[in-house]
């Protein structure tokens, strides 16, 4: 099976170098493939930790040239661990500080990092190669679970990254029952791939110390006898995890008893610290971490030590730092490294401690004898730490309620004032004090709602502006990470007393209601579906129809929209927010982006630069921007002034020039335009010179918002250059007062020509009109209006993997990134062959098909694999009421057939079986058989044989069903 023999090559490398130094440096040295993302990846902003420090540095000294040995990486573990990496890298003051004050420690800072392999295990296995491989785990996982008709399960999926992060050889699988609350707690349908391929059987989670039961590790020839061993284990495996529930719902009612006895807000701060733990230290689910109850309270260990405990309002921690002044029921453990218990403190004390705690816990992680699973462990609050749905569960199980928050978002001192569009497009909430609400911002729990409001003193009324769930605390007072929903349309609530604060819990049941029901009249339904993704499958799974679903879905932002109003939303918008295209063979970079054509008006040969439809649906969706930026530009002024849209002002201002007209500086000096370049800007060329000298739009802009009077430039030259920097000023001065002269003239057409209350009419503007108004404007300007204010726009691949994609995207590949787009945290602006700029929006969403039967996507370009997201769509015989599939019995037949010959890819899809005028020898004749010969080379014996499980009978040539009377 392609699939197995992928992961076992993998796994046969990562063995390889795992148990051979030498073979792993030459690799490392002549293979920097991973480095770039390594460097991204480990590159100190604003923490210090030691294995990243290393692997960022190993990475760098690769990028300079240096031969990487065991050497050389003891030399880089030596600085870290002499706080003193200046001879290999300049950090910042930030991560020099975190450098100099981590704990020290009689081990070092590298006690379970001896081993190579570990260290270099990223730049061996990148992210995409993950991605990849988790999927086809996934696809694997699902294969037993279909083979068994498996019910309410959970998959376990482990790649090559290991449990715990550190690399390994193998990936491994396992599939348990939907109520246990992890691996640790239930027998498992278990597989790993390693070198030698398929191993497995049934396995006993670690913690189910009372249990006797043998794992089952056998080697299988190939993956049919591990799926037909399933079927044969499956009754076993359910009979042992019924008996294991017990032990859960056990635990479950101890649980609760103690949660009842904690105070809520307490409660709320203890899991809030250790899901920041959690995330900080990439805490796993294994059976080192113990979570206790006794006596009483819910206790964190890491092995057989304390870390992190609450007992109704109180905590007690772990620390290697003694707190200074506070020796008050402190005890000392025992060991080689001094580590301090602190009892009985409050969350401030807990907060303040952080760093502190967490460094402790990271040291306790980092200690090799925390293997054996503790009998003292409660399986339900470890479901609780892991799980935060069913965490919710029971909590309002207890009766500890959901925190509702009203947070402003006005900073007067700021430009723009209102920072809900900045919040929402970085996920953020911030306090715009630094001495005020900092407690109450400390105290919000994660997983609160949370609502940016604006409030009418004057009046009653109060506009909620977004909404959204807090998915962490940073606890220092300013900041919460927020998930807002981008979809969301802005709402009036009739109230508005008591919530003028730049913070408020909301405690009344009916503003509750009011502001966070989900049935509002002004609430669009929530949908944020991927910017990039793939449907992937065989022929006639339904990936067309979920496209055309797909992307009315995103232009609507209803995700319960049936499928004949999208097809019809997407009828409507074909053409304009969504665009459909085919890729192939000879599909180019210049039918894609931008490219030359030959001019057919034209006698002679000649050739006019065209965009491709990515860079036309790029510019219309940046363009939506543009026209939310002008509009809020428009209200902000007076309303008794005429408002004048400065870019398209500057065009204007260019059209009215010509080539050769003259002007004269302000020393008497003679020069004349001498050319308009492609990107609006004006060369001028002294009249008995031979240099021309450009004039930048944008710049001419810039210094028109410092000097919108000629008069107010007193000394040419000094006051030019302050304002824009180096240019020739004597041309620039001469520019801003011609363009100052034009606008006085363009204004007062504007005033009698237009309502001044009428909207700029940008419905109906050009294309190439549009391209002029976004050549003068800045990418700040652009973004500050959020993607939620601005319509999607969607464009569809049909058979993506059929063009040669580095040749097609080129340069551009990148840019495509959700963190590289206009509204992403590191957005990245392109140069194109012609000069232009070119950046990707965030409003613009890309779908791709692909038919895996043409060509695996295991041979899809790895560029495009790692920023997509790939969905699966393959044959589903189930009816429903919008889908009737006829002869399922034939079609599953058929596809279990093809599937143990040829695999999944080749299955044939459950479209060829529907429809009103279905019939089931037109079907196979005209449909299954010429799709099975092609699939197997014209051997027509192998298409009767796989037609014969289903009683189908072929004859003549060509082959034709033969119908039974």
């Not at 990515?614 to 408002?643: G, H, W």
């Not at 040419?716 to 801003?736: F, K, Q, T």
């Not at 063009?803 to 602006?829: C, H, M, Q, W, Y």
């Amino acid at each position: 099976m392609e699939i197995i023999e992928n992961i076992k090559q993998k796994a046969t490398f990562l063995n390889r170098l795992s148990n051979n130094e030498e073979t792993l440096f030459e690799h490392i040295n002549s293979n920097h493939d991973n480095l770039d993302e390594v460097i991204q990846q480990y590159k100190p902003e604003r923490e210090f930790k030691p294995v990243n420090t290393l692997r960022f540095l190993i990475a760098n000294e690769l990028k300079k040239g240096t031969v990487i040995n065991a050497t050389v990486i003891n030399q880089l573990k030596q600085a870290i661990e002499a706080r003193d990496v200046s001879a290999y890298v300049n950090l910042n003051e930030t991560v020099k500080q975190s450098l100099l004050n981590y704990k020290d420690s009689k081990k070092g800072m590298f006690p379970n990092w001896g081993h190579t392999f570990k260290v270099l295990f990223p730049f061996l296995y990148n992210a995409s190669e993950n991605t990849e491989v988790n999927a086809q785990l996934e696809r694997l996982a699902d294969e037993i679970i279909q083979a068994n008709q498996l019910e309410n399960v959970t998959k376990h999926i482990v790649s090559f990254q290991g449990s715990n992060k550190y690399g390994s050889d193998h990936a491994w699988v396992a599939i348990i029952p939907e109520t246990a609350p992890s691996v640790q707690y239930a027998y498992q349908i278990f597989f790993t791939i390693n070198k030698n391929g398929v191993v497995g059987g049934l396995h006993k989670g670690h913690n189910l110390t009372k249990q006797v039961f043998t794992n089952q590790d056998i080697q299988f020839n190939t993956w049919e006898d591990y799926i037909e061993h399933t079927k044969q284990a499956k009754d076993q495996w359910s009979q042992l995890n019924s008996e294991v529930n017990f032990i859960f719902l056990n635990d479950e009612q101890a649980f609760v008893k103690i949660l009842k006895k904690v105070d809520d807000s307490a409660l709320s701060d203890y899991f809030k610290t250790l899901d920041r733990l959690k995330e900080d230290l990439d805490i796993q689910d294994e059976e080192k971490f113990v979570f206790s109850i006794a006596g009483n309270r819910l206790s964190f260990h890491v092995g057989k030590r304390y870390c992190l405990n609450v007992n109704k309002k109180l905590f007690d921690f772990i620390s290697y730092t003694e707190l200074e002044g506070d020796n008050k029921d402190r005890e000392t453990f025992t060991g080689s490294d001094v580590a301090y218990f602190y009892r009985g403190r409050t969350v401030d004390d807990v907060l303040s401690n952080y760093e502190d705690i967490k460094s402790a816990i990271e040291t306790e992680i980092e200690r090799d004898n925390h293997t054996l699973a503790k009998l003292y462990d409660n399986s339900a609050f470890r479901k609780a730490a892991f799980d935060k749905v069913y965490r919710e569960r029971i909590f309002n199980q207890c009766g500890i309620q959901n925190k509702y928050y009203l947070v402003g978002a006005y900073w007067d001192d700021n430009n723009p004032k209102d920072q809900t569009n900045r919040f929402v497009a970085e996920n953020i909430w911030r306090n715009g004090y630094d001495d005020k609400f900092l407690e109450i911002v400390n105290r919000v729990p994660v997983n609160s709602h949370i609502a940016i409001k604006t409030v009418d003193r004057k009046g009653d009324n109060m506009y909620i502006k977004a909404r959204g769930i807090v998915k962490s605390n940073l606890n220092d007072g300013q900041n919460l990470m927020v998930k807002w929903d981008k979809n969301f349309k802005e709402f009036k609530v009739d109230f508005s007393g008591g919530y003028w604060d730049t913070i408020t819990n909301v405690n009344k049941a009916d503003h509750i209601k009011a502001i966070w029901d989900n049935n509002t009249k002004n609430h669009t339904a929530f949908y944020n579906p991927p910017l990039n993704q793939i449907f992937y499958g065989p022929p006639g799974t339904g990936k067309t129809y979920h496209t055309i679903l797909e992307a009315a879905k995103i232009i609507t932002g209803n995700e319960a929209i049936d499928y004949d109003s999208a097809l019809n939303k997407f009828n409507e918008n074909l053409g304009d927010q969504i665009e459909f295209i085919t890729f192939h063979q000879n599909y180019s970079y210049e039918d894609f982006i931008q490219g030359l054509r030959p001019d057919i008006e034209q006698k002679a040969l000649s050739f006019n630069r065209a965009d491709g439809v990515f860079t036309r649906m790029v510019t219309n969706a940046l363009f939506e921007y543009y026209k939310v930026y002008q509009q809020r530009q428009k209200k902000s002024v007076n309303s008794e002034k005429v408002n004048v849209d400065l870019n398209d002002a500057y065009i204007e201002f260019i059209n009215s020039l010509s080539e050769g007209q003259e002007f004269e500086t302000k020393t008497g000096m003679k020069i004349k335009v001498d050319n308009f370049t492609d990107r609006q800007n004006i060369e001028f060329k002294p009249l008995n010179g031979i240099q021309s000298y450009l004039v930048s739009g944008n710049r001419l802009l810039k210094l028109y918002e410092v000097f919108n009077d000629i008069n107010d430039i007193k000394r040419v030259h000094e006051d030019i250059r302050d304002a824009i920097g180096g240019c020739n000023s004597s041309i620039y001065y001469v520019a801003l007062r011609e363009f100052i002269s034009f606008l006085k003239v363009y204004e007062k057409t504007l005033t009698e020509f237009v309502d001044v209350e009428e909207e700029y009419d940008y419905e109906n503007i050009s294309y190439r009109r549009k391209k002029e108004l976004l050549s003068n404007i800045s990418l700040e300007e652009l973004r500050t209006v959020s993607t939620n204010e601005v319509p999607k726009y969607v464009i569809i691949i049909d058979e993506i993997n059929r063009a040669n994609i580095s040749r097609v995207f080129g340069e551009l590949i990148t840019l495509i990134e959700n963190d590289k787009r206009l509204g992403g945290k590191i957005p990245l602006r392109a140069t194109l062959p012609s000069g232009e700029k070119f950046i990707v929006p965030s409003n613009l969403y890309i779908i791709g098909t692909m038919n895996t039967a043409d060509k695996s996507i295991a041979l899809l370009d790895i560029a495009l694999r790692r920023r997509f997201e790939f969905v699966p769509m393959y044959p589903n015989s189930t009816s429903t009421e919008d889908k009737v599939v006829h002869d399922a019995t034939i079609l599953d037949a058929i596809n279990q057939e093809i599937i143990s010959r040829k695999g999944h890819d080749f299955t044939i899809g459950h479209s060829y079986f529907m429809g009103e005028d279905y019939n089931l020898k037109n079907t196979i004749d005209n449909k299954v058989i010429p799709l099975l010969l092609e699939y197997f080379m014209n051997d027509f014996e192998e298409v009767k044989k796989i037609l014969s499980v289903s009683k189908l009978e072929l004859v003549g040539w060509p082959m034709k069903l033969k119908l039974n009377d």
